[in-house]
């Protein structure tokens, strides 16, 4: 069912987009959209896939909370042109050019 419902709805909105079928034919495809759109069942559904979701990032949100802080230091050094403890990158020196010679 995970992976039937988004290949539905996607091949419906291709046939929308793509039809030559006219305007009576979208419209009737419109309304069952629709009616499928307002029923109760399909609303509470959605209510309920929506709070799961709210609670799923939530819960990344904790779980990430002390790496905001820790990744940063740990792949400065990593990132060309990243200086450690400072917001400011340092001026980017890339690796491809060649110093000129010092005579």
Same mark, same amino acid.
């Given at each position: ?7 539905i709805?996607?091949? !419906?909105v291709? $046939?929308?987009?793509?039809?030559? !079928?006219?305007?009576?034919? $979208? &419209?009737?495809?419109?309304?069952v959209?629709?009616?499928?759109? &307002?029923?109760?069942? *399909? ?20 779980? !990430? ?5 820790? *990744?940063? =230091?740990q ?14 990158? =340092?001026?980017? %020196? ?7 010679? %010092?005579?």
């Amino acid at each position: 069912m995970k992976v039937r419902t988004p290949f539905i709805i996607g091949a !419906a909105v291709g $046939y929308v987009l793509g039809t030559k !079928a006219g305007r009576e034919r $979208y &419209e009737q495809i419109l309304g069952v959209s629709q009616r499928v759109k &307002e029923n109760p069942r *399909v609303q509470e559904t959605a209510g309920v896939l929506r709070t799961k979701g709210g609670e799923l990032a939530g819960t990344a949100r904790e779980k !990430a909370g002390p790496l905001v802080d820790k *990744v940063p =230091a740990q792949i400065g050094d990593k990132i060309p042109g990243m200086n450690r403890g400072s917001s400011a990158p =340092a001026e980017y %020196q890339d690796p491809r050019r060649e110093t000129p010679a %010092q005579p």
